[in-house]
């Protein structure tokens, strides 16, 4: 396998964890409640159709909550989501999906269906865990050796 062939890897065959979801009228206390149980830093925010229609992470609990006033364990999650998040399609290479993630500066990114419904988040650690088992050598090697350099565009 060369870079080329990790770079055009559909990401819908990647490893998954199970998706995990929540209402838009769901309790921010109880959203990140479920986040820390399920070790997830990111999760979908659904409609009643299931369709997506924002993502909560780690970053959002920092930057948009005040947690200065002791309410915001009731707000719905609605009120502090990034509404609209940026999504990929599930027959999407992974290299579409990295500049997806570079553009926005996401760490996680929504991977949906054809009707707008997530199936998964991919996440920065998922790719690096992907790559790292593609070139186990190259990634995982203690001290680094200094000698393997890129001769080509992708690799060589």
């Known amino acids: 396998m060369n870079l080329k062939d990790v770079a055009d890897y559909p990401i819908r065959k990647l490893r998954r964890r199970s998706l995990v979801c929540v209402s838009t009228a769901t309790p921010l206390l109880e959203v990140v409640d479920l986040m820390h149980d399920k070790k997830r830093g990111a999760i979908a925010v659904v409609d009643s159709e299931g369709v997506m229609v924002g993502i909560f992470s780690i970053r959002d609990l920092m930057r948009r909550v005040d947690h200065t006033n002791t309410r915001w364990h009731s707000l719905p999650v609605s009120e502090v989501m990034t509404p609209r998040p940026v999504c990929v ?53 203690l001290p680094v050796d200094p000698t393997n350099t890129a001769t080509q565009p992708w690799g060589g």
């Open 89 to 141: 399609a599930e027959d999407e290479s992974l290299s579409v999906a990295l500049e997806l993630m570079e553009e926005g500066g996401f760490r996680h990114l929504p991977r949906v269906d054809e009707r707008g419904r997530p199936t998964a988040i991919l996440s920065v650690r998922d790719v690096l865990v992907y790559i790292s088992e593609c070139f186990p050598k190259e990634f995982l090697n």
